[in-house]
Structure formats: structure tokens, C-alpha cells
């Protein structure tokens, strides 16, 4: 079955810098669709960044663009989050999903990680 495993969320000051990262196994990964999610207590998870796994394409939210950048490296099927110039915000547990498409924004999402906690704070 399709494994996804976030690693690297943590504690981070306002204004700093994180790396998620996303290692996939047991699947067609090069022909997936990759995105990263986020989801705080009590509020819908929403779409932060995905890519394509055709020609690399990325989209992102609104509220993350120019801070976050999203990349894979498909010879370690691992995706990754940079994230910089973190907001303060509540904990949110940040989720990679991947889609059985060559590109999707953040709809059609059938796979999923167990999820990653971020907490932006002094």
C-alpha cells in the first residue's frame, strides 16, 4: 500500500525557517501529483503548495507565496516544504497527499501522510 511519511515540523520563532520533508513508498510516485497541506484545531485542512510530476509545475496558496517552496527529488521519492518567514500562528499539522494525476492544485488528493505538527511561537 501507498506510504507517506512527513518528518522535520517542529518549534519555530516567527520570522524563522523550515524544512519539511515527505518520504513515499510503494507507489507509481513519478506519476503523482505531490502536495502539502495544513490543517489547525477546530478549521478545515486547507491546500498550501503541490507539484506536478511531469514538468515540475507548482501552485501554491496565497497566503504562503513567495515564503514557501515546494520541490522533489524522485530519485529519493521525498518531497519537501521550505518554509520561510514563518507567521506566528496556531499549532497546525502540516499533511503531504499525492494524487493519481499528473498535476492537481489541491483537489483529488487520495493519499496521505499521518501528518507533521508546526508550531510558530516565541
Known amino acids: 500500500q501507498v506510504q507517506l511519511v512527513e518528518s522535520g515540523g517542529g518549534l519555530v520563532q516567527p520570522g524563522g525557517s523550515l524544512r519539511l520533508s515527505c518520504a513515499a513508498s510503494?507507489?507509481?510516485?513519478?506519476?503523482?501529483?505531490i502536495g502539502w497541506f495544513r490543517q489547525a484545531p477546530g478549521k478545515e485542512r486547507e491546500g498550501v503548495a503541490s507539484?506536478?510530476?511531469?514538468?515540475?509545475?507548482?501552485y501554491y496558496a496565497d497566503s504562503v507565496k513567495g515564503r514557501f517552496t515546494i520541490s522533489r527529488d524522485n530519485t529519493k521519492n521525498t518531497v519537501y516544504l521550505q518554509m520561510n518567514s514563518l507567521n506566528p500562528e496556531v499549532p497546525s499539522v502540516y499533511y503531504c497527499?499525492?494524487?493519481?494525476?499528473?498535476?492537481?492544485?489541491?483537489?483529488?488528493?487520495?493519499?496521505w501522510g499521518q501528518g507533521t505538527q508546526v508550531t510558530v511561537s516565541s
Open positions: 497527499a499525492a494524487s493519481p494525476h499528473y498535476y492537481s492544485e489541491f483537489d483529488e488528493y487520495d493519499h
Open positions: 510503494r507507489f507509481a510516485w513519478d506519476y503523482y501529483a
Open positions: 507539484m506536478s510530476s511531469s514538468d515540475g509545475s507548482t
